[in-house]
Each structure stands twice: as C-alpha cells, then as structure tokens.
C-alpha cells in the first residue's frame, strides 16, 4: 500500500546499474517499495523508482525480471541518450553511480532539469567541475548531496563523537589501508579502468572519514603507485597507490595521514576488502579494523571464495531477522535512506514559502554536501595530477593547496614552474 497515490510521493531515478545499484541502492529501492518512508516531520511518503538509465541496460532488464514484486514498474533508458530520457521521466531525485570519470556529465544534467542530486563517491574529479554542480543546485533550488558510507560506520561515528566531545585530543598523524580484491580489477571494472587507479576509487572514503572527522585545512598531498598487474607496467593503469596528505589545525599544529590502497589483493583474501585505520592523538591511540569485528567464519568448499571467512556485517548484510523476515541491511543502505528523508523534509516537510528553509537547513549538512566536499575534491584532483605526471615521466610531484601561486599547485622536481591546477581558494580560509 506504500505506493498509493493517497501518500506524497518522492519519485527517483538511478543512473548506473552497476555492481553499487546492487549492493545498496536496489535493497534500499525495495525497501521502500516496500515500507516508504515515515516521519513525523513530513508524515509517510511513497519511494517509487520510476526509471533507470545505464549503457547498454542488460543489467536493468535482468534485475526487472529477478526482482519479480519486490519493485514496481520502471522505465529503462539505455545508451547516449538515456540520462536525458531519464530526466523527462518526472523524478524528484536521481543517484548517479557511473563509473568515476563519468560522474559529473551526468550530475550536471540532473541539476540542469532542477531534480535532486545523489552522487557515488568520489563526487567528481575537479574542483571546477565541484564549483559548477554547486552552483547549479543552489540556482536550481535543489539539493547536490554524495555518498559517503563511512561516515555512517557505527565505529567511524564513535570516533568523531570521541574527538567532537575532546575525549581524543589533537589528532598527530595516522594511517588506512583499502585493498580490494583482484575480481574488481579483473573483471568487474574491466570495462572503464584503463587509466584508472584504486585511490580515487576508494582513498577517497578515507580521505573524506579524516577531513570530516578532524577538520583543519588541507595543506600538501603527495602520491606514488605500482603499476604491472592490471595493465603494462608503464602504462596508465594502476595496480596500488599510496598518498599522503598533510593537515594543518586552528592551533598552527600539522597531522600527517597515510592511505594505501589496491585492487589486485589475491581472490582468496579472507575477506572482501581489508580496511583498517589507525589515528594516533596527544592522549590517545584508535586502532580500528573494519574486516575483523569479531566474526571468523570457516565452511569447507565456499570459503575464502564464495564466502569470506571475515564478513563486515555492518555495511550491507543479508540476514534472517528474529521475526523470521529476510533483509539486507547495514550502513551502506541506511545512507541512501538518510538521503531520502532529507529530500522529502524539503518537498513534504511543511509550507511552500518554507521550503528555502529546509532547502537551506539541509544543504548546511557537510557530512554529505557537495559544497563540503572542497578539500576532500582537491586531494582527489592531487592524487590524480601526480599520477599522471609519473605515467607521462616526472615522478615525486607535490601538490600544494592554498599556496601562494593558487588554490592547489603542482611542484614538478626540476621544473622551474609549478602547475596551477585550480587557481581560485580551496578552503574557505585559503588565498
Ligand atoms: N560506496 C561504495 O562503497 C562504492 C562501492 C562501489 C562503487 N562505488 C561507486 O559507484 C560508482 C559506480 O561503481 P560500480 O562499482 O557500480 O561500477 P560498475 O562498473 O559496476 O557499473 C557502472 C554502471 O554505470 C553505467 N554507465 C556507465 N557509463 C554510463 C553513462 N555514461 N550513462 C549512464 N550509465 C552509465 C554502466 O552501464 C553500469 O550500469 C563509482 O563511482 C564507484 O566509485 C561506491
């Protein structure tokens, strides 16, 4: 009865039918089939999704026929045209989940239709490209929102509640490591990752847990990587990174974080990803290790393989609920449903003349607002540039932000003459 036209009705759209539609936003789109969304703000509110749009839409017409009840009926747009079909559809927000590279095409045509926004991470690769999308959604009056999962992350929020409340004091330096298995290289990604590499990927997870976590102001990033497995050892293609980035705090004091990634781990690792933190205070040390919570699990002929021995059962996991209902659940799918109570807050949360209010209120949220997203772009966008500088022969470049020749800097070794990559500040006490 979710769906009754006697409810307000968010409408949404999905661009991008990948390996993420799969693991959170189709549990979350059935579960509002299912269920809506209720709150005493805006009352209950139906989710339909209405239509989708991705390349070639095999993957859209093999999940419709999986799917059976567990969702309604949904247009299917594929090829060049397909974002554009989507956007005539009559949705109320759109979640793009393309490949990288190809984000911010299509969240600028989402913006452009005055639809709202939910961007997979890393929202896009460029702080002009950052600045355009904002600019769009506050002209356009909507919210441009991205995904951040981590956040979310019982462990990651007890962290930041440790350091909001003073318990962790001063954060000097730290470490995390995400490596994902060679499947993803391999053959999941095949399609799109030449020239790619694993830190934009999901460094940016991490990047983004310590900028929101800690604050300050990004200063410097530097970056290396291995290259060999996926693709030629001196090609384009990335196999591991590892980058640095350095923080300055209110206090004038420096913090220093680490972050090695890769997608070539062995198939048979014990779990899907190995995640694992460490932040180092003045008064304290967290270790936190996300794969290993507690569970080891061992079934003769499916482990490591079809079922890892360490299952993260926070993020997204199938159970069987003590009640007897089947479910998939976790972090990675309440993110999307915080999202959807945000946008139905400012459609359905009170009067007309008060919706630039909530609209306002809403886009203030930095745990996921694109405009937030500032520091966390510009380490993206560094990570990228010296990548691409030691594919093209110039390893060992530093980017710096807010530096007296622009907003983030490129320093080759040898060249006389640093790169203005963004010239405008990065941080808004930057320049
Ligand atoms: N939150 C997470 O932990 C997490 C995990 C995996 C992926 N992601 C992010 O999700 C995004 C997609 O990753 P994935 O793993 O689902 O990738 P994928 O390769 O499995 O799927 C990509 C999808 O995008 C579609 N697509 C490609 N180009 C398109 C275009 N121009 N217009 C419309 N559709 C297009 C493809 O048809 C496919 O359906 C990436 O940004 C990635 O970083 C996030």
């Known amino acids: 009865m979710s769906n ?32 809506g969304i209720f709150d005493r703000r805006f009352g209950e509110v139906s989710v339909p999704l209405i239509a989708v749009a991705s390349r070639t839409g095999v993957r859209a017409e093999k999940y419709r026929a999986q799917a059976g009840g567990k969702i309604g009926a949904f247009q299917s747009f594929s090829g060049e045209d397909s974002v554009a079909q989507l956007l005539n559809s009559g949705a109320h927000f759109a979640c793009v989940a393309t490949p990288d590279d190809r984000h911010f095409e299509a969240a600028r045509a989402v913006l452009q239709a005055g639809v709202h926004l939910l961007i997979e991470k890393p929202s896009v690769l460029s702080l002009a490209q950052l600045d355009e999308l904002v600019a769009l959604a506050r002209s356009k009056g ?42 993803i290289s391999g053959g999941q990604f095949a399609e799109w990752i030449t020239g790619r590499n694993p830190g934009t990927y999901v460094a940016v997870h991490y990047i983004k847990l310590i900028d929101f976590t800690f604050g300050g102001r990004l200063k410097t990033i530097t970056a290396t990587g291995q290259r ?16 640095r980035m350095i923080y300055e705090y209110d206090s004038g004091r420096e913090a220093a974080f680490d972050i090695h990634t890769s997608w070539v781990t062995p198939d048979n690792f014990p779990g899907y990803v190995e995640q694992e933190v460490q932040f180092r205070f003045d008064n304290g040390v967290w270790n936190g290790h996300s794969r290993k ?10 482990t490591p393989f079809t079922l890892k021995n360490t299952m993260n059962n926070h993020y997204n996991g199938s159970f069987m609920e003590p009640w007897g209902e089947r479910s998939q659940r976790g972090y990675g799918i309440e993110v999307l449903e ?10 359905f949360g009170g009067s007309e003349a008060d919706r630039p209010a909530r609209l306002a209120n809403i886009n203030a949220l930095a745990y996921n607002d694109l405009e937030a997203d500032r520091q966390t772009v510009a380490a993206v966008a560094g990570l990228e540039a010296i990548l691409d500088r030691q594919y093209h022969g110039q390893p060992d470049c530093v980017v ?5 020749a622009g907003g983030l ?22 320049g």
């Open 4 to 35: 009754s036209p006697h409810y307000p009705t968010l409408r949404a759209g999905m661009i991008g039918m990948g390996m993420i539609f799969d693991e959170t936003y189709r549990p979350f789109f059935e579960r509002v089939h299912a269920e």
């Open 142 to 183: 909507v919210l441009a929102k991205v995904v951040y999962h981590k956040l979310l992350d019982p462990d990651h929020k007890k962290l930041r509640t440790l350091v909001v409340d003073g318990v962790l004091q001063h954060v000097n330096n730290g470490y995390c490591s995400l490596l994902e298995p060679k499947s």
């Open 228 to 243: 060999g497995l996926v693709g030629d050892k001196a090609g384009p293609t990335w196999d591991s990174c590892q980058m």
């Open 293 to 302: 919570r507690g569970v080891e699990c061992t079934v003769e002929g499916r």
């Open 338 to 347: 915080r999202f959807a109570r945000e946008a139905a807050w400012v459609e």
């Open 400 to 404: 710096r932000v807010d530096d007296p």
């Open 409 to 430: 800097v490129l320093y080759s070794p040898g060249d006389a003459v640093p790169t203005v990559l963004y010239a405008p500040p990065v941080s808004p006490k930057g």
